[in-house]
C-alpha cells in the first residue's frame, strides 16, 4: 500500500500544505524563494507584459465554444488550485470536441494504417482546433506552410471560407501529391484526396509565390525548428501577405508551466537530438515577449497572442509544485504549452537582424533592437 499512488483528494491536500507551509515560514525564508523563482523567471525573458490581451483573447475564445463542450478533462480540484490559465477549446459548429477526435483518429497519409497519428491527436488536438478559431472568420487566399499531416487542413477546408495552397518540405525542391483519407463525422464511408503541395525550405528559399498574394499565412509548428534565421522567413512571409493580410503563428511556449517546474526542479528542458536530423528537433523556443519583439520587427502588428495547451497538462507530480505554484499566479496567462499570434502585415519589415536574437553574425548584420 506504501508505493500506490495516492488519491486526488490527498495529493490536493498535500498540495495545500506545502503551499500552507511556505507562507506560514520566516520571511526570509519566503523572500529568498521568491527572488529565486524572481531569477528563474529573468532568465526565460518573461514578462507580464501584454497580459490583459491574452485574457480579452480567453474571454473571446470561450464565448464562442459550445456550452456543451468541455474545455479540458474533468477537474478534479478547486479552480483557484490551476495556476495557469488554457481557453475553452471551440470546435466547428455542429461537432464536439469527441467528433473531431474521432475523425482524426481515422486518418492516413499515403496509405500509412488507420491509428499511426494516434499518438500526435493525443498531444494536439487542443492545438489544432484553437489554430483553426484564429481564422475561422477570413476570407480569401491562405497559405498553409508545414501542412502536412494535414489535420488542420482539414479544418481549413471544411469549416471556413479560404481557399487553401499547401506547403511542405521533405529536403527535396518542387512539388509532392501525397494521399489523404479519413472518415468524416457522421459519415459511413471514407473519403480520399489527392494533397498538392510547393516543396521549399521556408528558412532558406525564396517562396514560389508572387508578392501579395495571400490574404492569410499560417505558420504553424515551425518557428522551434529553425537553425539560424527565422527572420528571412517572416520576411517571405510578409512579402507574400497582401497588405494587412493575416499571420498565424504557433509555437512552444519556452515559459510553459512544466519547463518553470522542471527548471526550479534542477530538470532539464531541451529537446533531446533528433534521428531526423537537425530539423527533427526543436532548436529555439520563444516567450510571448520575445515573439511579439520579433514579429514587430518583421513588419507585423499582433493583432491577439495568447498560450494554451495542446492537450490537459498536469504538473502535480513535481514535488515544489505546492510551494511554486503561488510565486506564478501574477503570470498565469503566459503559461500555457503553446504561444498562439494573429499579426497583420502593416509595415515593411526592418532592415539587419534583431540584436535580441542573433550574435556573431559579420559586422553590420546585425542591428539594436531591444
Known sequence: MSDATPPPSLRVKVRRLAGTGLRRSPDFLQRGFAQASAR????????????????????????????????????????????????????????????????????????????????????????????????????????????????TTWLLEAHTGLDLDLANYYGERGESTQTHSWLPPGAAERVEVPRYSSLFNVEEDEFPYPDDSFDVVLFCEMLEHMLMNPVHTLREIHRVLKPGGALVLSTPNVARIENVMRLVHGTNLYDPYSGYGPYGRHNREYTRHELHRLLEFAGFD??????????????????????????????????????????????????????????????GAIVEYE
Request: overall charge negative; cysteine-free; charged content about 20%.
Open 302 to 363: 499582433v493583432e491577439l497572442s495568447m498560450t494554451a495547451d495542446g492537450h490537459p497538462v498536469d504538473v502535480e507530480h513535481f514535488p515544489l509544485h505546492g510551494a511554486v505554484a503561488p510565486l506564478l499566479e501574477y503570470r498565469k496567462e503566459d503559461l500555457g504549452s503553446y504561444l498562439f499570434l494573429k499579426a497583420r502585415a502593416a509595415r515593411p519589415p526592418r532592415e539587419g537582424l534583431p540584436s535580441f536574437l542573433y550574435r556573431s553574425w559579420p559586422e
Open 40 to 151: 528563474v523567471l529573468t532568465a526565460l525573458e518573461t514578462t507580464p507584459a501584454g497580459q490583459q490581451a491574452a485574457v480579452q483573447v480567453a474571454s473571446t475564445t470561450a464565448s464562442q465554444a459550445p456550452a456543451s463542450q468541455p474545455a479540458t478533462a474533468p477537474v478534479t480540484e478547486p479552480p483557484a488550485e490551476r495556476v495557469w490559465v488554457t481557453p475553452a477549446v471551440p470546435t466547428p459548429a455542429g461537432l464536439t470536441f469527441a467528433e473531431v477526435e474521432k475523425t482524426f483518429r481515422s486518418w492516413s497519409v499515403d496509405g500509412e494504417p488507420v491509428g499511426h497519428l494516434d499518438h500526435y491527436v493525443t498531444d494536439s488536438q487542443m492545438r489544432f482546433l484553437y489554430t483553426w478559431n484564429l481564422v475561422r472568420d477570413e476570407q480569401g487566399r491562405a497559405l498553409e506552410l508545414g501542412a502536412n499531416p494535414y489535420f
